[in-house]
């Protein structure tokens, strides 16, 4: 339980705190220094290396929150209420990424390939937008976890 545990905290923390700091203090930084020409390329490279980083996470949140729940809570029917929000609730985190990776992020990387800046642009402000709702998404299920079962 303790791995399951630890690898489950730690594949939230890296999702959520990887979008939190995407969001709360790259985005400005890069808006302040980097021209509006060169800003696709940057997110592209970024997002890139975090997505990777965010697929494992979601096999990592997956299988270890199954396991948890069929192993220790005896299934379904004995996951508080707090189990069943933080699973509904990251499904829905889950979807969410799953259509900013196929859709604006793959036309963001044709945009860079194309060398379009202003499509890479409109790419870049979607995937803002989306990630903007994971965001309050993933904030509000590690509270969940961290207090569900106080509350």
Same mark, same amino acid.
């Given at each position: 339980?303790? +791995?399951?545990?630890?690898? %489950?905290?730690?594949?939230?923390? /890296?999702?959520?705190? &990887? ?7 790259m ?7 980097? #021209?509006?020409?060169?800003? =696709?390329v940057? @997110?592209? %490279? $970024?997002?890139?290396?975090?997505? *990777?980083?965010? @697929?494992?996470? /979601?096999?990592?949140?997956?299988? $270890? &929150?199954?396991?948890?729940?069929? !192993?220790v809570? =005896?299934?379904?029917a004995?996951? =508080? @209420? ?9 499904i829905?985190?889950m +979807? ?9 992020? !793959?036309?963001?990387k *044709?945009?860079?390939?194309n060398? #379009?800046?202003?499509?890479? &642009?409109?790419q870049?402000?979607? /995937?803002? *937008?989306?990630?903007?709702? !994971? ?9 969940? =976890?961290?207090a569900?079962?106080?509350?």
């Open positions: 339980m303790s +791995l399951a545990i630890a690898l %489950h905290v730690l594949s939230a923390v /890296i999702w959520v705190g &990887g979008m939190f700091y995407a969001y709360m203090a985005r400005p930084a890069v808006v302040e220094v980097i #021209d509006a020409s060169q800003r =696709g940057l @997110w592209c %490279h $970024t997002l890139s290396r975090f997505f *990777k980083w965010v @697929w494992l996470a /979601i096999v990592l949140l997956l299988a $270890t &929150g199954y396991w948890m729940i069929f !192993n809570f =005896g299934g379904m004995g996951a =508080g @209420w707090h189990i069943h929000a933080m699973q509904g609730l990251g829905v985190m +979807l969410l990424f799953f259509h900013v990776y196929f859709a604006p992020f !793959n036309r963001l *044709k945009a860079v390939a060398q #379009d800046p202003q499509e890479g &642009g409109r870049v402000a979607q /995937i803002r *937008k989306l990630v903007a709702v !994971n965001l309050v998404l993933g904030l509000i299920v590690v509270v969940i =976890g961290a569900g079962r106080y509350l």
